[in-house]
């Protein structure tokens, strides 16, 4: 069945990182995933699971959905699962959420981001993150500026 995940990610000038969790079986770096409940959309399984497994909050961009194939152990093999990411640019990180006895998690710079995870498909993912990260960041900096205006309103 297809799955939706996210990569959480900030940015501080051009520069952005991308926030990874452990996996709950084998402590491997990961990016947030899941299924969808019924009725639910993209957009609000997305926000589900990074709160879920990450404890952050954000803004996410369904312009740049990237669909791979991952592949997920059940204990015995590995299946491969067809997996829908998108970026999720992080507003709100929380210190206690649903899965903090479970996971772990850790901020990278995307240029060092290939040495955080050893598997090959979430390398293929960041890859193609990575390739596309100039309009990411353009539409970050945008989200970011509307942010900052509408806090700055509310003072």
Not at 39 to 51: I, P, V
Not at 60 to 89: A, C, Q, R, W
Not at 95 to 100: C, S
Request: proline letters at 4%; aromatic letters at 8%.
């Amino acid at each position: 069945n297809h799955k939706i995940g996210v990569i959480p990610f900030d940015i501080s000038g051009d520069r952005m990182a991308v926030m990874f969790v452990t996996s709950q079986k084998r402590g491997r770096w990961i990016l947030p995933k899941g299924d969808l409940k019924i009725n639910e959309t993209h957009k609000q399984g997305c926000k589900r699971e990074a709160f879920e497994e990450a404890g952050v909050r954000g803004k996410l961009l369904t312009d740049f959905p990237m669909t791979v194939v991952i592949g997920k152990s059940n204990g015995h093999k590995v299946e491969n699962v067809i997996v829908t990411y998108y970026p999720l640019l992080v507003t709100t990180q929380t210190d206690k959420w649903p899965e903090d006895a479970k996971r772990e998690r850790h901020w990278s710079l995307l240029d060092k981001a290939h040495k955080v995870t050893e598997r090959a498909d979430y390398l293929q993912l960041i890859k193609q993150f990575d390739a596309i990260a100039p309009w990411i960041l353009e539409t970050a900096k945008h989200k970011k500026a509307k942010l900052q205006a509408k806090l700055t309103q509310a003072l």
